[in-house]
Every structure is written in structure tokens, then in C-alpha cells.
T-cell receptor, first 115, second 113 residues
Framework: NAGVTQTPKFQVLKTGQSMTLQCAQD?????MSWYRQDPGMGLRLIHY???????DQGEVPNGYNVSRSTTEDFPLRLLSAAPSQTSVYFC??????????????FGNGTRLTVT | SQELEQSPQSLIVQEGKNLTINCTSS?????LYWYKQKYGEGLIFLMM?????EEKSHEKITAKLDEKKQQSSLHITASQPSHAGTYLC?????????????FGTGTRLTIIP
């Protein structure tokens, strides 16, 4: 199993550009989520999905869109990038929301810079 | 405001020494997770605690959750270079399980040979 795969690893955007951060998992996990990690802020939840066709907002959803058309993929879209979106983005997945038996598995992150 | 406070923010320890990292919440937690992150990589799950007074160990790492379920500590015995990295605590504060975890800002651990 590859686990949680994020692409690209690095990206530089200009203000106003759009792009999609890809996330794929091959573990048949129902639950997937996106976090951003900023210095001094910890990881903050952007959006999450409890299954194909179902998405919901996290703590910091503004400026980001998501969709979940398949169990495996959970792309994160930036419609009009802003410098405040410069961050490291992590995708995570788990079998269910069961905290005991299904801890989150994280990808290696996408480092995004918006100039 | 940061809802999970970790201390210290950074720690430099000589190889072989013991160390402790703390994670504190102002609210009672339904679950407390410990993760380790190496620079440029994702988070690796270490342990999860959910019962007051619970203690778990894996190799030389021991994690405890206090009786009130508001504070957790991570203790490393006889530290090794492989223990270097950033340790993050994550918490389920709303009984949603994995759906809405809150994370601390991390403790960066450096091991000096």
C-alpha cells in the first residue's frame, strides 16, 4: 500500500491563480480530511469528508473547495490564491471516525507558496 | 487562540537522557493523540489515550492522560537520535472521533550525540 499520496510536493503560485492539490489513498478509508500547518498555529482543519459524496467544513474553510466523487480521492481546490494561503497542506484519512481503532494516516504534505 | 498548549516549544537533549513533553487543554478531552513529524514529512501516529488516568507505552515512549482528561504527557526514556523530530498532540474535543481533531503547535526535539 502506498498509503496517503499527495501531489505536488511543492508549488509556487501567483496571487489570483487557481490550482488543485491532489490527495489519494489506497487503504479504502471512508474518512478523509485536509489540514493546513502554519508556524505557531498548529494544524487546522480545512474540510473533511466521511464518505464519497459527503463533505463538510472544518475550522478554516474560506478560500477552499473540496469534492469527494470516489472513496480514494479528495482534491482540495484553491479558486483564487492569496498570500495568506501560503502554508503546508496535509491530507489525512482513516477507516472511520472511531478514535480507538482508526487513527488518522497523513500524507507527506504539499508546501505551497503564494506570491 | 490556541486551544491545545504544548510545552516546551523546543527541547535539546543529550543522547541517553530522559525527557517529557506536555499537552494541556482548558476543556475535557474525549481522546488525546500523539503524533511525531520529521521535517518535510507527514505525521506518524504514536498513541491514543481516552480514559482518565490511562497510560500507554511503545518501546521507550510512554504517554499518560490525567484523571481530569485535560493534560497529557509524553515521556521518552534514554533518548536516541531516532527520537528527534517534532511531537504534536491532537485532541478530540467534541466527541466526533477523527472528524474534527484540534492540534497543538508541536514540540521540536533535538538529540545531541
Amino acid at each position: 500500500n502506498a498509503g496517503v499520496t499527495q501531489t505536488p510536493k511543492f508549488q509556487v503560485l501567483k496571487t489570483g491563480q487557481s490550482m488543485t492539490l491532489q490527495c489519494a489513498q489506497d487503504m479504502n478509508h471512508e474518512y478523509m480530511s485536509w489540514y493546513r500547518q502554519d508556524p505557531g498555529m498548529g494544524l487546522r482543519l480545512i474540510h473533511y469528508s466521511v464518505g464519497a459524496g459527503i463533505t463538510d467544513q472544518g475550522e478554516v474553510p474560506n478560500g477552499y473547495n473540496v469534492s469527494r466523487s470516489t472513496t480514494e480521492d479528495f482534491p482540495l481546490r484553491l479558486l483564487s490564491a492569496a498570500p495568506s494561503q501560503t502554508s503546508v497542506y496535509f491530507c489525512a484519512s482513516s477507516y472511520t471516525r472511531d478514535r480507538v481503532n482508526s487513527p488518522l494516516h497523513f500524507g507527506n504534505g504539499t508546501r505551497l507558496t503564494v506570491t | 487562540s490556541q486551544e491545545l498548549e504544548q510545552s516546551p516549544q523546543s527541547l535539546i537533549v543529550q543522547e541517553g537522557k530522559n525527557l517529557t513533553i506536555n499537552c494541556t487543554s482548558s476543556k475535557t478531552l474525549y481522546g488525546l493523540y500523539w503524533y511525531k513529524q520529521k521535517y518535510g514529512e507527514g505525521l506518524i501516529f504514536l498513541m491514543m489515550l481516552q480514559k482518565g488516568g490511562e497510560e500507554k507505552s511503545h518501546e521507550k515512549i510512554t504517554a499518560k492522560l490525567d484523571e481530569k482528561k485535560q493534560q497529557s504527557s509524553l515521556h521518552i526514556t534514554a533518548s536516541q537520535p531516532s527520537h528527534a523530530g517534532t511531537y504534536l498532540c491532537g485532541a478530540d474535543k467534541s466527541n466526533f472521533g477523527n472528524e474534527k481533531l484540534t492540534f497543538g503547535t508541536g514540540t521540536r526535539l533535538t538529540i545531541i550525540p
